[in-house]
């Protein structure tokens, strides 16, 4: 009898390890949240926003495709008055639940002590920032004409 209940317990282990690699036991995590914000943060100091778009929350990528994303994120940054984008993990906030929160980064630039800060939600699965609003619905461009305004005055 023995013999019989053996294929079982194989079986059983069998199923519980695809489980468990499968990621269905995944749940939120200050390690998961931190690795996810460290590796946008990479994209960043890359200036690969290809590899940014990704990262970004479904309503944002529901805005515009990656390329349109791309596109606009260049010409955002390549505006004279802009200086590189490099930003450096500081801390990651995440509520109760571990569901929502906050990362703030060092933004290495021109103005000591600036900081980023994005929103972090969990959906199915991973974590997902806003950020990069400005640049998915293209109000940069209002930001580039109220410099050009300002100047003219």
Known sequence: MQRNTRPWIRLFIILLLLIISAGIFNVPSQWQATKRINGLNE????????DI??????ELREMLTKEEFVQNFAKER??????PLYVYLDEVNL???RRSGEAISTVAARLPGQKMKVKLI??????????FRDIADESYLLKFQNIKKQATQ
């Open 43 to 50: 994209a960043i100091n890359a200036n690969k926003p290809a």
């Open 122 to 131: 969990y959906i199915r699965g991973q974590y997902y920032v806003e950020a």
């Open 95 to 97: 509520a109760a639940d």
């Open 53 to 58: 778009y990704p990262y970004l929350i479904p």
């Open 78 to 83: 390549s505006y004279p008055y802009l200086s």
